[in-house]
């Protein structure tokens, strides 16, 4: 079977297996938000937080608990990074260096998982599973609890309440993301990956030579890293690693898993809305984005020019051989599509229109289908300017699900497109601007210009994957690009609860000849054309700079 007919089937087996999830999934995530009844346990941590599960909160009380909740986070990640030395299972290692301490903390509290560091040499074995793998879990559900908070501001009327931020927290960690990542932990253990605290051991090489070990519980982290869309991972080489990654299969698992909750968040956007037709057309601008995203980073990579790399068939520098260059490209295209960061191959080696793909998929917002709840609640403001866009074409005002959509609401939405162009666009120039910046680049021209707008994109929009080439451990990058990654996270969250909470105050708008249907291919096509305009029109000129300018050399 040719390397090209078998990367058709495994994209093919992944969508399939993701259309299968697509309904009970979606129906169960459903059901899990709106039910009333709290288990057993969680009513446990409830009293233990002293919450009361039966109130509900104001968009602003809703966006304050999301905000103390992820503040105290940070501060309990860094310092549990400061004073690891002191703590039990901390393998010998030092205390983490300040900056990196701050990038780190707020890297892995914004669901970003941006590492400037080797995992295996840096952290002790409390400091990952205490520490980062705990937040791998409550970053994915405090992203999956906004996304539900801004589809009841769609779904409700005439209230100024939008639910429980906690208790949306702890059903998103306990009868979502536990279940789902225990069982694919075992799967991952039974694959080959490890799952032990025992302390550093000598290994013999193939060459003879001694190399030092340092065992993790890899398979636990491996499975939430990927189905929170977090994307951390414990060895340096991320899911390139045989004891994270151990065959071809647990690669497909891996890749269905930082898509499956993603992509099935449409449907229960539809049920709790009360027409499944609009999660169906959510879910068609996804899978169209996603599919031409695949389709011409796997043309990039397969087609390379040159000479040797035509004489081959392809381009293996910086790819995972134990993959092929086509199974890393769908890892690649997925994981800059959702956020997640991680990486089973080298970005930085990937040709100039692959590379620029990659960074292009993040510039779109991560929404295909994006983070765990963030790529949901990011497509569901470019529809909301979609609808603005199509009310100044026909002289009404706009609609959709029944909410205007107002100055203030085109507003929030307006900001939170702002928010992520701005960030990128302002850490790139800053760091080509300065010496400090500029120091720690490795390449100059184009490329070097790609590296430092791929490690900015990848800050600002929670993504964490890495183009390389660039030195980003140093106290510059570890501050601005924590910087990013905070107000890349924390301001869009705000705008979109402020919207909201807008939208639940609203009375319904009877749907009229003039309103625009938002669940026809006309609308689905209209989001695709406006989501790509705006990114092409903010970015086009760092693009033309860095990958499509080394593209054309």
């Known amino acids: ?95 983490v260096e300040p900056s990196l301490a ?38 994915a559900a405090v992203g999956m609890a906004v ?31 536990l279940p789902i990542a225990f069982v694919a932990a075992l799967v991952l253990v039974a694959g080959g990956a490890i799952q032990t605290f025992a302390d550093h051991s000598m290994w013999t090489t193939l060459t003879g030579g001694e190399q030092t070990f340092t065992p993790a519980a890899a398979a636990s982290q491996e499975a939430i890293k990927d189905l929170g869309t977090n994307g951390g991972g414990i060895f340096n080489v991320n899911s390139a690693h045989p004891f994270e990654n151990p065959a071809a299969w647990t690669n497909w698992l891996t890749i269905f898993l930082l898509t499956v909750i993603a992509s099935c968040l449409p449907r229960t956007f539809g049920r709790m809305v009360g027409d499944n037709r609009q999660g169906y057309a959510i879910t068609s601008v996804m ?16 087609s390379v020019s040159g000479t040797v790399p035509q004489a081959i068939g392809q381009a293996l520098e910086g790819r995972e051989t134990r993959f092929g260059t086509s ?81 203030r609401e085109i507003k929030l939405a307006s900001l939170y497109f702002l928010v992520t162009p701005t960030l990128v666009l302002l850490g790139t120039a800053v760091a080509m601007a300065t010496e400090a910046g500029r120091s720690a680049m490795l390449n100059s021209g184009p490329h070097g210009l790609s590296e430092i707008l791929y490690a900015y994109t990848s800050a600002s929009n929670n993504n964490g994957s890495a183009f390389a080439g660039v030195s980003v451990n140093t106290t510059f990058h570890n501050t601005t690009l924590g910087l990013c990654m905070a107000f890349g996270r924390f301001l869009p969250i705000v705008l979109v609860l402020a919207l909201a909470g807008s939208l639940a105050r609203q009375a319904p708008v009877p749907a009229s000849v003039g309103t625009l249907p938002t669940y026809r291919p006309q609308f689905v096509g ?20 860095g990958p499509l300018a080394e593209g054309l050399l």
Request: aromatic share 10%; hydrophobic share 50%.
């Open 147 to 177: 996304a539900i908070a801004l589809v009841r501001g769609f779904a409700r009327s005439r209230t100024d309440t939008l639910g429980n931020f906690w208790v949306d927290l702890v059903r998103g960690i306990m009868r979502i993301l």
């Open 327 to 407: 199974n890393s490209g769908l890892f690649a295209t997925a994981t800059t599509l959702t956020s997640t960061g991680s990486v089973d191959s080298f970005h930085d080696s990937y040709t100039a229109i692959g590379g620029g793909m990659l960074i292009f998929n993040m510039l779109l917002g991560e929404v295909a289908p994006g983070g765990v709840g963030a790529g949901l609640y990011g497509m569901l403001i470019l529809a909301v300017l979609t609808v603005f866009v199509a009310g100044l074409m026909v002289g009404r005002t706009p609609e959709y699900l029944g909410k205007k959509i107002g100055a």
């Open 287 to 302: 899978a169209i984005m996603a599919i031409v995203s695949i389709g011409i980073t796997q043309w990039a990579e397969l």
């Open 526 to 545: 209209m989001v695709v054309g406006v989501t790509i305009t705006l990114v092409a029109l903010t970015f086009l000129p760092a693009l033309a700079l």
């Open 1 to 95: 079977m040719s390397s090209t007919m078998a990367g058709l089937l495994f994209i093919g087996s992944l969508l399939l297996a993701l259309a299968v999830c697509y309904m009970p999934l979606g129906d169960y995530m459903f059901r899990v938000y709106t039910g009333t009844k709290h288990l057993r346990v969680e009513r446990v941590v409830y009293r233990l937080l002293g919450v009361n599960a039966g109130s509900e909160q104001r968009w602003g009380v809703y966006a304050r608990s999301v905000l103390a909740f992820s503040v105290l986070s940070i501060l309990f990640l860094y310092g549990l990074q400061r004073l690891q030395n002191h703590l039990f299972l901390s393998l010998g290692m030092e205390p």
């Open 102 to 139: 701050w990038n780190t903390a707020v890297s892995f509290v914004t669901n970003t998982n941006w590492q400037a560091y080797s995992g295996e040499a840096t952290m002790g074995h409390v400091v990952q599973t205490a520490g980062l793998a705990v937040q791998n879990f409550v970053s």
